[in-house]
């Protein structure tokens, strides 16, 4: 079954790496230059997503138009002409940048058809275009905020309040985004990895997390990933990979316990806090002892009553186990005296309540639960091993004398 979603989140690869901000991978553009009242960077590579003090300029990105403006309506525009006849002069505006063949040019002014302009803009050259010739837009600002990367001739030129040159002004793709996709990525690579009879839906919990070994797993991947995107030798990038790759393998083999699976100790139970006591010197369950003799699998509920708190000799316990319409619905120790000593709780389980001293105190609603599957259940993903034992005969003729 292929992921669906993530197995971790940008925060916990803060938790894996705090320094993962370090490799943001956006990178500065220098050397703003004007042209007419817009602001140009030349050799600025291929600048999909253009960021000016991290904040980013997406919605005033434009591209060069695929589709023709209008036409020349004239005799041959010359390399030196300033003026040219266009058969619609009102797709066009003043101060916008057109491009015919390969040339840029600035248009200054538009009179009904005849366009003023001034030839040869951002290291093209002026040329000779022939009459019907495609008239295509190339940059047309409206407000402050306003880019266009041109891949073809290595440039951004960009219309803005301020001269960038005294802005951070950067290149490259939103880290927020970047992340989000490196986590998926790596998520759709541990879902690859790990054993195909490892059930994907199984891997959370009863209160719908991931499993940690599953979150960090996948942020090590993901950190290593985002890492190596910036310095391919990266020892920090092998090292995550490295303890990815033995958690993977941990995994495979049955040697790390998710929280669904059945384990040789699953009988013993796993005691959890639902109610967390609210005094500061509480009685508390400090441990289970026995195996669960039930079968499959149970949530046993035990909890103080109501108007039954109190120390040891006083305070009272309740407990519910399954019974055929669902969990926690049958009670099978009702208001039971706390004694401090191991105390049945049914199906071969018992438990025992400690403070820290005479005065701890059970709290009325304090609540626990306890985990477990039946001790003749399966175990997932056990492995057989045996010992061969044998005596064998000395061979110092003292020890075969005495024997």
């Known amino acids: 079954m292929a992921v669906s979603g993530s197995y971790c989140t940008s925060r916990d690869l803060k938790d894996v790496y705090p320094n993962i901000d370090e490799f943001d991978n956006k990178t500065p553009i220098y050397g703003w230059e004007t042209d007419n009242t817009y602001y140009v960077a030349y050799n600025s590579g291929l600048t999909t997503q253009l960021f000016i003090d991290s904040k980013s300029q997406q919605s005033g990105k434009q591209s060069i138009g695929t589709t023709a403006l209008t036409t020349i309506n004239d005799s041959d525009v010359t390399a030196s002409d300033t003026e040219i006849t266009v058969a619609d002069g009102t797709t066009i505006t003043d101060d916008t940048y057109i491009k015919i063949g390969d040339e840029i040019i600035l248009v200054t002014n538009v009179a009904t058809h005849v366009l003023t302009v001034t030839r040869g803009h951002f290291g093209t050259t002026a040329s000779t275009h022939a009459d019907v010739s495609s008239v295509y837009q190339h940059f047309s600002p409206v407000a402050n905020g306003d880019w266009l990367s041109d891949s073809d001739n290595d440039f951004v030129i960009l219309k803005y ?26 998520s759709r690579y541990l879902d690859a990895r790990l054993d195909a009879t490892l059930s994907r839906d199984a891997f959370k919990d009863k209160e719908g997390n991931y499993d940690y070994v599953i979150i960090r797993t996948s942020s090590l991947i993901a950190c290593s990933f985002l890492i190596k995107s910036m310095d391919s030798s990266s020892q920090v990038s092998e090292n995550f990979m490295n303890e990815a790759e033995f958690l993977i393998n941990q995994l495979n083999d049955g040697k790390t316990k998710l929280s669904h699976q059945i384990s040789g100790d699953s009988s013993q139970g796993n005691l959890r806090e639902v109610v967390t006591p609210s005094n500061a010197n509480p009685l508390r369950i400090v441990d289970v002892q026995g195996r669960y003799t039930g079968t499959g699998y149970d949530l046993i509920k035990i909890f103080i009553d109501t108007g039954d708190n109190g120390v040891i000799g006083t305070g009272k316990f309740t407990v519910a186990v399954k019974d055929s319409t669902g969990l ?18 049914g199906n071969g389980l018992k438990i025992r309540y400690a403070g820290q001293d005479d005065d701890s105190v059970a709290n009325a609603n304090d609540e626990y639960e306890l985990e477990v599957v039946g001790w003749s259940e399966p175990v997932d993903n056990a492995t057989v091993r045996t010992v061969r034992m044998s005596r064998s005969m000395p061979t110092h003729s003292y020890y075969r004398n005495k024997l």
């Open 161 to 186: 309040g301020s001269d960038p040159n005294n802005s951070l002004t950067e290149a490259g793709e939103d880290w927020a985004t970047l992340k989000t996709r490196y986590i998926k990525n790596a």
């Open 328 to 345: 926690k619905k049958n009670t099978v120790v009702d208001s039971e005296v706390i004694t401090g000593d191991y105390q049945h709780i």
